[in-house]
């Protein structure tokens, strides 16, 4: 080989390696001195990772102590598909611990678009462990807290349920959502590529969410469900439902609704079943409603409970004609007589003589039309026609509780301001959040307290010698009404066929420490709220009265009534 060509083959390779330096070199200028801010960012984001840190959701616990919903501990799996090394191995390995089909996990773990995605939320730690002690690059385990509800289907209804994100989503999860979640805190990391904390870079306190002390009784809560079930079956009901409350407080102490289901199980449950509906439905009240029509006439002065009327056995109101529910001829009867013996015609005739706009106002005063203001998602106003949209007929249907509709706990409230002699007081589920002064109910004044005093005597005729007998409570007087009401058909008018029959009342009359509804939907068999509603309220005043251990009413004796003379109306 000549010089002259080896000095050609040396200058050659100097030139090609001065040509790549200079590429090398111009281009990492460029990345240094242009792109090294971009890049900077990618490289701190590949290794910056910002991890929630879930609060505490409070407890719910009735009035005794007793836990209603908890958070419990568990362990969230997720996964980096980058990571992933062999996605079917750890699907299966993945599905084997946590009993889910593999095949519903191997094309999220052989994604590797994704960095992050979830394979199981709040799984049971126990069961997750031994998958956490194999190891398995791509795989991560973050502590969270799962919701439990220990009474399962004792007052769910009320206490309703919290979601997987730990909200709450119905009943007093969601109405307290605010003070039960707290605030979540995060907390933002530098990693190495094994995953080891380099540097927190910032960090948000978590605030956990506070407990919650409801008025509900959970062992009076489980019996009024048991009494409601078996009321149900026996009748062949479509459902039932029950509402204890305290009339000095305004407490409610009890609120079942049957068919019921296990708060545990709420994501398979369905929406009609979850719904609790002694706040958000209404039906027609029937002859319960009769108290407001009596309570009007006698707190405005229209009447006495001895003013005597006497009633043919029926009564035309423009195109309608009205009986009783029983066949009676021409009888006179006082205004306490009407209301123990459930008269429509009597009921109409003191309602035309208080008239459309004084009834009405007293049909506002008692707190029909509005909420109740309940603590409690989702209530419903009821339905009341003001008086320049009645017909002809409505001062004959509303008096005796048809054409108005309403909810149990307007129902309630009605009765337990009769109760407290007079005072309304606003009904209510919370007690106190943990931190905070216990609820402060609304009350006023619906009517004067002779009135209230005289209607609670007409009451306990009810059930003493009206359609109430079988609402007997041995050893306590019980003031209280039956209803009985045909069901409205869609395409207009009543059903010959589907009713609603319930009893709400309260006990001892004389000092009352219950008020007690109980409304059974479409019973079969016997329709009258004297034969179907007023023995489950007999029996849940029986069991309340003796777990509360209020004493037996000295007026009455256990053997003062004889629960022989029914008369299965009202």
């Not at 109409?348 to 029909?368: E, Q, S």
């Amino acid at each position: 080989m000549s010089l002259r060509r080896s000095n050609r083959r040396i200058r050659l390779l100097i030139a090609v390696f001065a040509a790549v330096f200079s590429v090398t070199f111009l281009r990492a200028a460029w990345l240094q001195a242009v792109q090294a801010r971009s890049l900077g960012r990618l490289a701190a984001d590949q290794h910056r990772e910002t991890m929630p840190l879930p609060a505490h959701r409070g407890t719910i616990y009735d009035r005794t102590g007793a836990v209603l919903a908890i958070g419990e501990r568990a362990v969230t799996v997720a996964a980096d598909p980058r990571q992933i090394s062999n996605p079917r191995s750890v699907a299966i390995a993945v599905g084997h611990a946590l009993g889910i089909e593999p095949g519903k996990l191997l094309p999220l773990l052989a994604d590797r678009s994704r960095g992050f995605v979830y394979l199981a939320r709040k799984a049971d730690p126990a069961d997750v462990a031994p998958l956490e002690r194999r190891g398995i690059a791509g795989l991560e385990f973050t502590p969270e807290e799962r919701r439990s509800y220990p009474q399962k289907e004792v007052g769910a209804e009320v206490v309703g349920f919290a979601g997987t994100d730990n909200h709450g989503l119905a009943g007093m999860e969601l109405q307290y959502d605010a003070a039960l979640a707290g605030r979540d805190g995060s907390e933002t990391t530098i990693r190495d590529p094994f995953g080891r904390t380099l540097q927190t870079l910032r960090e948000e306190r978590v605030r956990d969410g506070r407990d919650a002390y409801l008025t509900l009784d959970h062992a009076l809560q489980a019996q009024v469900e048991r009494i409601l079930r078996e009321t149900k079956a026996k009748w062949g009901a479509k459902s039932a439902t029950a509402v204890v409350m305290d009339p000095r407080s305004g407490g409610i102490l009890a609120m079942a609704v049957e068919p019921g289901y296990d708060a545990n199980e709420f994501a398979e449950v369905r929406g009609d079943l979850q719904r609790n509906r002694a706040v958000t439905d209404t039906f027609e009240p029937g002859s319960t409603f009769k108290v407001v029509t009596i309570g009007g006439a006698l707190a405005s002065g229209l009447v006495a409970p001895t003013t005597r009327y006497t009633l043919p056995p029926s009564i035309r109101i423009a195109d309608r004609v009205i009986h009783d529910a029983e066949e009676r001829p021409t009888e006179t009867m006082t205004v306490a007589r009407i209301l123990s013996q459930s008269s429509n015609v009597g009921v109409i005739t003191v309602a035309l003589g208080l008239g459309k706009t004084h009834l009405n106002d007293w049909i506002a005063r008692f707190g029909f039309g509005r909420p109740t203001g309940i603590d409690f998602p989702g209530e419903s106003p009821g339905i009341v026609l003001p008086p320049e949209k009645w017909s002809g007929s409505t001062i004959g249907n509303v008096p005796i509780g048809q054409g108005i509709a309403v909810t149990p706990m307007q129902m309630l409230g009605a009765y337990g301001a009769i109760a407290n002699r007079g005072a309304w007081v606003q009904p209510h589920l919370l007690d106190r959040v943990a931190g905070g002064r216990r609820f402060r109910p609304e009350r006023r004044r619906v009517l004067p307290t002779q009135t209230a005093d005289e209607l609670t005597r007409m009451l306990e005729d009810v059930v003493a010698e009206g359609t109430g007998t079988l609402a007997f409570v041995p050893g306590y007087q019980v003031a209280g009404k039956t209803g009985t009401a045909a069901k409205p058909e869609p395409g207009g008018g009543y059903s010959d066929s589907r009713y609603v029959a319930s009893f709400v009342g309260f006990v001892p009359a004389e000092r009352p420490r219950l008020v007690i509804l109980v409304t059974v939907d479409e019973p079969r068999g016997a329709i009258w709220g004297g034969a179907v509603a007023a023995p489950a309220f007999s029996e849940i005043a029986r069991f309340g009265l003796q777990y509360l251990e209020v004493p037996p009413d000295s007026r009455v004796t256990a053997d003062s009534v004889s629960t022989s003379n029914v008369t299965a109306g009202g």
